[in-house]
Nanobody, 120 residues
């Protein structure tokens, strides 16, 4: 069984920074891509950023230049450094692991979510 455990959310003032972490645990052979999605109240879940096992990154236009995604393949962990935060970044942030290869096959997984609130 694979679990994704997120940490690092919280309350921050506009212009501040937060760093989210997500660690995948279990008997994992490989993970294709890891990423972060977010869901604000009353809105659909949207992509924030993804990173492949080879290091290719993809960002939503709304976070380009402010957020940086990184990954430690040896630890099956993905990070999201969020700088210059804005009130519109307020959301629950979900970690995703795409095509996780384990002894029983390949599947996708989601974390439980971590809340980020940007407010003065």
């Amino acid at each position: 069984q694979v679990q994704l455990v997120e940490s690092g959310g919280g309350l921050v003032q506009p212009g501040g920074s937060l760093r989210l972490s997500c660690a995948a645990s279990g008997t994992i052979f490989s993970i294709n891509a890891m990423g972060w999605y977010r869901q604000a109240p009353g809105k659909q879940r949207e992509l924030v950023a993804t990173i492949t096992s080879g290091g290719s990154r993809n960002y939503a236009d709304s976070v380009k230049g402010r957020f940086t995604i990184s990954r430690d393949n040896a630890k099956n962990t993905v990070y999201l450094q969020m700088n210059s935060l804005k009130p519109e970044d307020t959301a629950v942030y979900y970690c995703n692991a795409d095509r996780v290869y384990t002894i029983v096959g390949t599947s996708d997984y989601w974390g439980q979510g971590t809340r980020v609130t940007v407010s003065s």
